[in-house]
C-alpha cells in the first residue's frame, strides 16, 4: 500500500461509501465520517471486507468544533493522515427566490464550510505525510441555473476553496483537487428527479427515464465510477496533479 489513512465524509451512502470501498484497496485504515452512524456501519463491513482498517465517526461537518474532533480521533488512532477526501454535502434544491436564509447556511454550513475546517484542521498531518486532498464539487458550479441555485453557487466555491488550498500546498507540500461529478444515480439523484420531475410536468418514473436524455448525456454515472477518480487523485501516479478541477459527467457540460 502506498499510503496508510485516509479520511472520507461523507461516507455513509452514495459516492462517499463507494469512495471507502475503493480506497480500501490502497490504504491500510480509513476514517469514515457522516451523521448516520447505522450507514457508516454498513460500509465498514463493506471496508473491512476488502481488508483496510476502518474508524467510524459520527459528526456533522456543518458543527464547528467537528473538524478538530474527526483530526484528534484519527490522530490517536492511526498517528497520521495521508488522505483526506471531502464529500460530505447535501444542498438543498430549491427555487433561488424561494430559498431562506436559513437554508442556505445549511448548505453552506456542511458542504463549504465543513470542507473548509476539516481541510486546515488535518492539514498539519497531511503537510508532515506530503498528502493529498480532494474536494467533491459538481458540474453544476459551471451552469448554475435558478431552480437549484444553491446547488451551482456553493459547488463553485467548492472549486475555488480547492485552488486556494492547492495553492497553499505548493510549499506546504500537500496536493489538493476538486471533482464535479455530473448525473450520477445515488439516493440524492432521486430526491432530485423527485423535485424535476413536477417542474417538467413529469411523473417520478418518467423523470427518471428521461433524465439523462433532456441533460444530452448517454446514462447516469455511478458512484464507483467518481470513486475510481477519486482514488486515482490520491495516488501516487496522480502526485503532479494538484490545483486542477476534474469533471466526469458523460458529456454532460458541452462548454470548452
Known sequence: ???SVAIITGASQ???RAAAVRLARDFSALVLVARNRANLEETAEKVGAVG???LIIDADMARPEAAKTVVDRALAAFDRIDALLNIAGAVPQIDLFEMTDAQWDDGLGLKLHGARRLTIAAWPALKAARGSVVLMSGNSALFPKAPYAAVGTINAAIVALAKAFSDRGIADGVQVNSVLPGPVMTGRRRSYLQHWAPL???TVEEATENFPREAGIARYGQPEEI????AFLVSPSARWMTGSTLRMDGGEVKSI
Open 14 to 16: 452514495g459516492i462517499g
Open 1 to 3: 500500500m502506498s499510503k
Open 200 to 202: 417538467h410536468g413529469m
Open 52 to 54: 483496510a482498517e476502518a
Open 227 to 230: 470513486a475510481e477518480l477519486m
